[in-house]
């Protein structure tokens, strides 16, 4: 047996992805949120009526399920955010739920009713503000329906306590139509002193041939009353799937606009340095001629991360991309890295981005050469954390291939036993071990078969090594 450490170790950013589920069901619509200690919650749609559930170990190197979510009514999509205690979903049943971050079970399965059941729910965004308030910060959400006399709305509710009760459930705007292909809703919010605003952005038709536009809406009061329509792209152009995001008194908006029928979709941004007050000329993010889609904008350390997906002609396949700036320049944009690449991004069945005190992440669907595909994982840190140019772990547990066939050497930071794992590249435990120091070699089992294998002991960060008998 020869043990090799991996090549890729150094390439690991973005260019090396994580299986999240690992199942041979169909897996669509994945979501993302960071929970404390650096791992993170990933769920997906896998049949009407569940919610498939994944949580991190070896910050995303390796996953393990926790309870599903069921539901008697038929799900078609869901929306996820996380404060320091809870993840909370929001679905298109129309129920609100939450499940501790230390619990593998839901609290309640049914959870709040936000929206009577005979309203058709088009989309939905949730976020909490704990960059404005870490010690009490609130659950928001924005929910675009169809309510029981065909009539579309966009509502805002609240709540203060963790999704236990709601304290608000309000009207933003009534006034408008969309057709259900080109729904969308986004919120975000941004401050000044002690002083809060929360923003709404949606695309609505316009009369005419004229395409939809986006609009934004603000609330100074925690959603008791909300502003008239903010355009700040006031083109004729087909604007549509506006993602927001804000910090401070900085506020960015990106969206999908095209400008002409004949020629691709692209990405546009623009954006506020003074809370609303006034916005940037919308600025050309893209310019392929394949259409880019559905734009992702997040903010994590004062640096925006933009993400959005590369639609290949005649195809339901593509490419994901993300782009960089600072948030002192929000005119200044990197030029653009490829996430998910080879067409092995599902357009329709989409991708989702967060971030973390480290960076951004993502998962999307994506296809595996001869099955049914899954959802996959990256984030921004990975080879970072891995080649070890973080900063070093409280522990220093050191592991490397030993010169000695089919051994791992090792180093302990002290006498206490450590635990050694080691998983598939599906994250699938298939041997442990427990070491004792301070140093010492462990045995590979034999019956381990060739291929790539994530090995962590302790807090210490994964090294991928390569086997071959």
């Known amino acids: 047996m020869v043990l090799t450490a991996g090549d890729a170790l150094a390439q690991l950013d973005w260019s090396q992805d994580a299986v999240v589920f690992g199942t041979n069901a169909a ?5 993302i949120v960071p929970i404390p200690n650096g791992q993170f919650r990933a769920f997906c749609l896998t049949d009407s ?8 170990s070896l910050r995303g190197e390796a996953w393990q399920a926790f309870a599903d979510l069921h539901s008697d009514e038929n799900l078609t999509q869901f929306w996820v955010a996380a404060d320091s205690q809870y993840t909370f979903i929001f679905s298109s049943d129309g129920h609100l739920r939450r499940i501790s971050h230390s619990e593998s079970n839901w609290e309640d399965n049914w959870g ?3 929206l009577p059941s005979q309203t058709t729910i088009l989309k939905a965004r949730l976020f909490v503000d704990s960059d404005f308030d870490q010690d009490e910060s609130y659950l928001h959400g ?45 919120g975000a919010y941004t401050w000044t002193g002690d002083a809060e605003r929360l923003w709404a952005a949606m695309s609505f038709d316009r009369p005419g041939s004229t395409g ?15 502003s008239s329509r903010i355009t700040p792209d006031t083109s004729s152009y087909s604007q549509v799937a506006p993602d927001i995001s804000g910090f401070e008194e900085t506020l960015v908006l990106t969206y999908q606009r095209r400008n002409s029928s004949s020629i691709a979709n692209d990405i546009y941004s623009t954006y506020s340095p003074d809370n609303g007050v006034s916005w940037s000329q919308p600025l050309q993010l893209t310019n392929h001629a ?80 001869g099955e049914d595909g899954d959802v996959f994982f990256d984030a921004s840190w990975r080879g970072l954390s891995v080649i ?26 002290n006498t206490m036993p450590v635990k050694l794992q080691m998983y598939d590249i599906l994250g699938r435990l298939v041997a442990e071990a427990a070491l004792s120091g301070p140093r010492g070699v462990w045995a590979v089992p034999e019956q381990i078969a060739s291929g790539t294998y994530l090995l962590s002991a302790g807090d210490s960060s994964p090294i991928l090594i390569q086997i071959a008998h």
């Open 27 to 31: 897996e669509f619509s994945p979501q």
């Open 212 to 226: 939809p536009q986006v609009a934004l809406y603000y609330s100074d009061d925690i959603g008791q009353s909300w």
């Open 112 to 114: 709040i009713a936000v």
């Open 290 to 369: 394949f259409d880019d889609v559905k734009p992702s904008v997040v903010i994590s350390d004062e640096i925006i991360g933009l993400f959005y997906g590369r639609l290949q002609v005649q195809l339901q396949t593509g490419q994901i991309y993300t782009r960089t700036a600072s948030l002192d320049e929000p005119w200044n944009w990197q030029p653009e890295t490829e996430v998910c690449g080879n067409d092995d991004f599902i357009v329709d069945d989409g991708f989702h981005a967060t971030r973390d005190q480290e960076g951004f992440a993502a998962v999307w669907t994506g296809r595996i050469v």
């Open 142 to 186: 924005l929910v675009l329906y169809r309510n029981s006399q065909n009539a579309t709305l966009l509502d805002y509710f609240l709540s203060e306590d963790q999704a236990f009760s709601l304290s608000h459930l309000g009207t933003i705007d009534s006034a408008f139509a969309i057709q259900d292909s080109n729904a969308s809703v986004s």
């Open 388 to 413: 070890g140019e973080q900063p070093e772990s409280p522990s220093e547990v050191q592991l490397s291939p030993s010169s000695m066939h089919g051994m791992i050497e090792y180093r302990l930071p």
């Open 49 to 56: 009526q569940r919610i498939r559930t994944r949580l991190s």
